[in-house]
């Protein structure tokens, strides 16, 4: 692996400025990517900054208002966490399946965002819930709309300096569920074909939908919303019909490409299925 140096500060304004250093200065969470990426040379680094020991990275917390996940907190702590929220349940699903215990062990869900990578798991789920970018950097913090982080495969907008200092997710309200789906070709440690997180808020007297979000992974430069299906689900009366209709439009959202994981026709199948499936688990969670 080439050379570079290494800093694990404890304060986040200690990082902020090792972040703001000349040359490239990478940050680093679990290292799960990282690591491999930069022992492969497809990232360089003059200095790596471990955001690890950094207390407000690491805090997790929940209350009236909705969720706020540190940028370092690992994919084990989050699925812990959700998996007694039924609130934030294709969260729970979708950062139980990031490689293996090991892996989700190390691994951040802010590193699964700030990678970017079109197949990222947790991404989808954190979408349907319009998870907010809090960043920070030596100039100060901003929000991003979490649909608006992201620039193309392993690209985000973050400045340079900048990094996620944490993802807020707003709480969801009574009569919400969600599921997250992916399909791989075998049990675990492999790269979603094609995955699916789905939202949905029903009025339960009638059925009605009052709000859907579908997210998409794995089927375009960057993870998407699938708009035209969202659009058509808000205000109609949900049953195996209209989730199949449903499921039929958020095929629109998807332009994979065709590559050794399947072709491009199949990835857009695989989307029809999963969103089918997302949302039948979504109505049953209801019942
Ligand atoms: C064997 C194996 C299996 C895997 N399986 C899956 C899988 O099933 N699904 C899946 O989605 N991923 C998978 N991954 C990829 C990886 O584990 C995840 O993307 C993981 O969540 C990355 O988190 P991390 O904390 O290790 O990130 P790191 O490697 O520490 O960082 C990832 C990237 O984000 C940047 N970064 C990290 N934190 C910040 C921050 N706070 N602000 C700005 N930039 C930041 C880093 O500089 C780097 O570019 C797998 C990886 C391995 C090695």
Same mark, same amino acid.
């Given at each position: 692996?080439?050379?570079?140096?290494?800093?694990?500060?404890?304060?986040?304004?200690?990082?902020?400025?090792?972040?703001?250093?000349?040359?490239?200065?990478?940050?680093?969470?679990?290292?799960?990517?990282?690591?491999?990426?930069?022992?492969?040379?497809?990232?360089?680094?003059?200095?790596?900054?471990?955001?690890?020991?950094?207390?407000?990275?690491?805090?997790?917390?929940?209350?009236?208002?909705?969720?706020?996940?540190?940028?370092?907190?690992?994919?084990?702590?989050?699925?812990?966490?959700?998996?007694?929220?039924?609130?934030?349940?294709?969260?729970?699903?979708?950062?139980?399946?990031?490689?293996?215990?090991?892996?989700?062990?190390?691994?951040?869900?802010?590193?699964?965002?700030?990678?970017?990578?079109?197949?990222?798991?947790?991404?989808?789920?954190?979408?349907?819930?319009?998870?907010?970018?809090?960043?920070?950097?030596?100039?100060? @913090?901003?929000?991003?709309?979490?649909?608006?982080?992201?620039?193309?495969?392993?690209?985000?907008?973050?400045?340079?300096?900048? $990094?996620?200092? @944490?993802?807020?997710?707003?709480?969801?309200?009574?009569?919400?569920?969600?599921?997250?789906?992916?399909?791989?070709?075998?049990?675990?440690?492999?790269?979603?074909?094609?995955?699916?997180?789905?939202?949905?808020?029903?009025?339960?007297?009638?059925?009605?939908?009052?709000?859907?979000?579908?997210?998409?992974?794995?089927?375009?430069?960057?993870?998407?919303?699938?708009?035209?299906?969202?659009?058509?689900?808000?205000?109609?009366?949900?049953?195996?019909?209209?989730?199949?209709?449903?499921?039929?439009?958020?095929?629109?959202?998807?332009?994979? $490409?065709?590559?050794?994981?399947?072709?491009?026709?199949?990835?857009?199948?695989?989307?029809?299925?999963?969103?089918?499936?997302?949302?039948?688990?979504?109505? @049953?969670?209801?019942?």
């Amino acid at each position: 692996m080439p050379n570079f140096d290494y800093e694990a500060p404890t304060s986040l304004a200690v990082a902020l400025e090792l972040l703001a250093q000349p040359g490239e200065v990478r940050p680093l969470a679990g290292g799960t990517d990282i690591i491999d990426q930069l022992k492969s040379n497809r990232r360089n680094a003059d200095l790596v900054v471990d955001l690890k020991r950094i207390p407000e990275l690491s805090s997790l917390e929940s209350n009236g208002s909705g969720l706020r996940i540190g940028s370092a907190v690992s994919c084990t702590d989050v699925h812990n966490f959700t998996a007694k929220n039924s609130g934030y349940a294709a969260l729970s699903e979708s950062s139980e399946l990031v490689g293996s215990i090991h892996i989700q062990n190390r691994a951040s869900v802010g590193g699964n965002v700030c990678n970017a990578a079109p197949s990222a798991d947790t991404i989808p789920a954190l979408l349907i819930h319009e998870a907010i970018a809090r960043t920070a950097s030596a100039s100060g @913090e901003r929000e991003i709309p979490l649909i608006d982080f992201f620039a193309g495969p392993g690209q985000t907008v973050l400045a340079k300096g900048e $990094i996620l200092k @944490e993802l807020v997710l707003p709480a969801p309200s009574a009569n919400t569920a969600s599921a997250y789906l992916r399909f791989i070709p075998r049990n675990e440690m492999d790269i979603a074909v094609a995955g699916v997180g789905s939202l949905i808020e029903v009025d339960p007297s009638t059925k009605v939908v009052t709000k859907a979000r579908i997210a998409l992974a794995s089927v375009a430069p960057t993870p998407v919303r699938a708009y035209a299906a969202e659009e058509y689900l808000e205000g109609t009366a949900i049953d195996e019909a209209t989730i199949n209709k449903t499921a039929n439009l958020a095929v629109q959202a998807a332009v994979p $490409i065709t590559d050794v994981r399947g072709s491009a026709e199949y990835r857009k199948e695989l989307i029809r299925v999963l969103t089918n499936r997302t949302l039948t688990i979504c109505l @049953e969670r209801l019942a």
